[in-house]
């Protein structure tokens, strides 16, 4: 299978930052998977987003940092497609007010669930794994 390049987008507006929480910003990816499609959905890490990539490198799915209704994405880390299509998108260093995992429908980008259990996960789960 070959590899897809892309420079990660970054928002002109705003600078790099170091670190791995919400304040962190710059274009380190944590994970990418393959999609059924030849499309690839990447868990962009410091950069916030979750971007899905046709191919010819073309964004055609993205979503922001503060764009679900009450959630902040902080280090997006690893990245699943569940059985009904929908996006499970991790979400490590994000501090206690964030969930740890949020499932998105991936047509209107509402979130479905999510698991917010700071007390039991913390702040630096950064990989899961959903059993079926």
Not at 87 to 97: E, F, Q, S, T, V
Request: net charge positive.
């Amino acid at each position: 299978m070959p590899g897809i390049f892309i420079k990660i987008p970054m928002d002109p507006k705003r600078k790099p930052a170091g670190g791995h929480g919400l304040t962190a910003y710059g274009s380190k990816v944590f994970a990418a998977i393959r999609l059924e499609n030849g499309n690839t959905l990447i868990g962009t890490g410091n950069n916030h987003t979750v971007l899905e990539v046709n191919p010819k490198k073309e964004i055609v799915w993205k979503l922001d940092q503060h764009e679900l209704e009450g959630i902040a994405l902080g280090w997006v880390t690893t990245v699943a497609v569940l059985k009904n299509g929908n996006y499970l998108i991790g979400n490590c260093h994000a501090g206690p007010d964030n969930p740890q995992l949020v499932e998105v429908n991936r047509k209107t980008k509402k979130v479905v669930w999510i698991l917010n259990d700071f007390a039991l996960v913390g702040n630096n789960s950064s990989n899961f794994v959903l059993l079926d």
